[in-house]
């Protein structure tokens, strides 16, 4: 790559970042994305993407990020170094990018975008690159400069056009498919599968978790059509769980015990789609003991994901998104707090499935009060409201709605802040946490 002439100062890169197309902040995501035009883009600069170590891709609906972030901790307990790529974020563009849990520091982000700009700001590129490809170009560009042992890289939308399939993956991972960004990915599970198919290679390997019949046929068929190997955790994983309580999951795998501090049942999904892509690692090389797996798990962290930041009151974040994690989360907080009084603060995207949410979220609780997202896509509160059929609260603000929300608690109450994983973003903030 070419040296640098004029380079950014630190506090600067997030508003050159937000200088390029970001479809995060669009209504809808686009239905055509030329994947190959980046490619092209990869091609002048190098192809950092063909000089990675070893990448996992892992598509689906929901649990990636979750999936994402054992497979990180365990892997770095073991001793590795691991690169990570997640999204969307919580507070800062670094999070997207770490190293064995570690942020991307300022400096080293500052150095690979000054590195990319010279070609960031030709005319064309300038036009045509989106954010979430230069972000993906730095994690690749970071990664690699780094000399990381394994990459686990989240895809952002879909799978077959996500700019993190320009990789080779080791293991192609597709955590459980659901209904979500439909208007670009299809109406049904097969057209929703379908895409996120595109992420398996030809005689590669696939791992899926328990999947819905109609995705998992066509991800059957995929694997067939690739000549790919197929593991699903429904057949090769055997988790045994002890208890699932507020302070997490204590479970017996391969006759021995574990606790794993995430909260709910659905991630047991999560973790044993980690567990199945974690052996067939071990099958190709990698070391990862027993004790490796408990202290990786002890010490995994994914914030937003049913996170219970206060007890005085009880308040608990979840960046439930669409119908399906909605689903989940309201059978979780059933089974683990089956006599809290739940005083929910809902919001989301306006491109979200928001009757789809809301009849999940009648289902558990009266009290419902409506806030608005400070974003761009946030959707409106006149359609917040006809999404619901019982009667709801609103407040103009997540700080507005806690206050709401703290005067319709007493010592049994649960305030749940749920919707959008920009809403919990804002309720860290609005909590001081």
């Given at each position: 790559m070419r040296s640098q002439k004029k380079d950014i100062k630190r506090e600067a890169i997030d508003s050159y970042l937000d200088s390029f197309i970001n479809y995060e902040r669009y209504k809808y995501f686009p239905k055509k994305v030329n994947l190959n035009d980046y490619k092209n883009f990869l091609e002048k600069i190098g192809n950092p993407q063909n000089k990675l170590s070893k990448s996992i891709l892992i598509a689906g609906t929901n649990g990636k990020g979750s999936t994402a972030a054992i497979l990180s901790s365990v892997l770095s307990a073991a001793g590795y170094s691991i690169g990570l790529f997640t999204s969307p974020h919580l507070f800062s563009y670094r999070e997207r990018i770490k190293i064995n849990g570690q942020n991307i520091t300022k400096r080293a982000f500052s150095q690979v975008i000054n590195t990319l700009k010279p070609f960031l700001d030709e005319p064309y590129q300038k036009l045509h690159r989106t954010f979430f490809e230069v972000l993906t170009t730095v994690a690749f560009v970071h990664f690699e400069r780094e000399k990381t042992d394994l990459n686990i890289l989240e895809v952002g939308l879909g799978g077959r056009k996500?700019?993190?399939?320009?990789?080779?993956?080791?293991?192609?991972?597709?955590?459980?498919?659901?209904?979500?960004?439909?208007?670009?990915?299809?109406?049904?599970?097969?057209?929703?599968?379908?895409?996120?198919?595109?992420?398996?290679?030809?005689?590669?390997?696939?791992?899926?978790?328990?999947?819905?019949?109609?995705?998992?046929?066509?991800?059957?068929?995929?694997?067939?059509?690739?000549?790919?190997l197929l593991y699903t955790t429904e057949r090769y994983i055997k988790v045994k769980h002890r208890t699932i309580d507020e302070k997490g999951i204590k479970f017996s795998y391969r006759d021995e015990e574990y606790f794993f501090p995430f909260i709910g049942r659905f991630q047991i999904k999560n973790l044993c789609t980690a567990l199945l892509v974690i052996e067939i690692l071990i099958k190709k090389g990698f070391t990862v003991t027993k004790r490796n797996m408990q202290k990786g798990l002890e010490r995994c962290i994914w914030r937003g994901r049913f996170d219970i930041?206060?007890?005085s009151p009880f308040i608990l974040l979840d960046g439930a998104h669409n119908p399906s994690a909605m689903r989940e989360m309201v059978k979780s907080l059933k089974e683990i707090f089956p006599r809290k009084k739940i005083i929910a603060i809902f919001s989301c995207l306006t491109s979200k499935d928001k009757r789809g949410m809301a009849r999940q979220l009648e289902k558990l609780t009266d009290t419902i009060i409506l806030t608005k997202i400070d974003a761009e896509r946030a959707a409106e509160m006149p359609e917040l409201k006809r999404a619901f059929l019982k009667t709801v609260s609103i407040r103009d603000t997540i700080k507005n709605a806690l206050s709401l929300a703290r005067e319709f608690s007493d010592k049994n109450s649960l305030i749940l802040i749920t919707g959008s994983i920009y809403l919990v973003a804002e309720a860290y903030e609005a909590l001081n946490l």
């Open positions: 996500d700019s993190t399939n320009v990789v080779m993956p080791l293991i192609s991972c597709i955590t459980p498919i659901g209904f979500d960004h439909t208007r670009t990915l299809g109406r049904s599970l097969s057209e929703i599968a379908r895409e996120k198919c595109g992420i398996i290679r030809k005689g590669g390997v696939v791992v899926s978790s328990i999947q819905h019949k109609n995705a998992m046929r066509v991800i059957e068929h995929t694997v067939r059509k690739r000549e790919a930041v206060s007890r």
